[in-house]
């Protein structure tokens, strides 16, 4: 007998609410409208393909840290020097780099093997940066283009 008197008291306390809301008591409540998915991540800004001899995307600069350590091509950093560091691009590669904000160009040399932050395409020296004009930003947007080669020499 209990559970039929709890049985119609929720009866009576679903035909109370639903008569307060307006709706009939036969009718489901209408559940509540989706929320839309959430907006995708922006996918991080990869290097741009090697198009003919120039590409595209964002440069950082290293200094003093490394100043003296040894290069992936073997030769010894040297923060004044017009060098760069660069995934794939053969060692002795000369490429002109402009930086897109202010068209600032300079001719590096790659020497070494970088960057290691995602999104990046180029690490140079600090000097090359300071003609850049992007040593307080840290990084720019730049255009790549192959200009020629030269042997690296081993530093001692």
């Given amino acids: 007998?209990?559970?039929?008197?709890?049985?119609?008291?929720?009866?009576?306390v679903?035909?109370?609410?639903?008569?307060?809301?307006?709706?009939?008591?036969?009718?489901?409540?209408a559940a509540p409208p989706a929320a839309p998915p959430p907006a995708a991540a922006p996918?991080?800004?990869?290097?741009?393909?090697?198009?003919?001899?120039?590409?595209?995307?964002?440069a950082a600069w290293y200094g003093?840290?490394?100043?003296?350590?040894?290069?992936?091509?073997?030769?010894r950093f040297n923060a004044?020097?017009?060098?760069?560091?660069?995934p794939s691009l053969p060692f002795g590669s000369k490429i002109k780099v402009t930086n897109t904000k202010n068209q600032?160009?300079?001719?590096?040399?790659?020497?070494?093997?970088?960057?290691?932050?995602?999104?990046?395409m180029l690490d140079v020296s600090r000097a090359a940066a300071t003609r850049l004009?992007?040593?307080?930003?840290?990084?720019?947007?730049v255009l790549l283009e192959k200009v020629g080669s030269v042997k690296l020499a081993r530093g001692k």
């Fill in 14 to 29: 679903l035909a109370v609410t639903t008569a307060a809301s307006g709706q009939s008591a036969s009718a489901p409540a």
């Fill in 43 to 58: 996918a991080p800004k990869a290097p741009a393909a090697l198009a003919g001899d120039a590409m595209s995307g964002t």
């Fill in 80 to 86: 004044a020097a017009l060098t760069a560091a660069h």
């Fill in 104 to 120: 600032r160009s300079v001719v590096v040399v790659i020497n070494d093997r970088g960057p290691t932050t995602p999104g990046r």
């Fill in 1 to 12: 007998m209990k559970t039929v008197l709890n049985g119609l008291v929720a009866a009576l």
């Fill in 64 to 75: 003093s840290k490394f100043n003296g350590r040894r290069t992936a091509s073997g030769q």
């Fill in 133 to 141: 004009g992007f040593v307080r930003a840290g990084t720019t947007e």
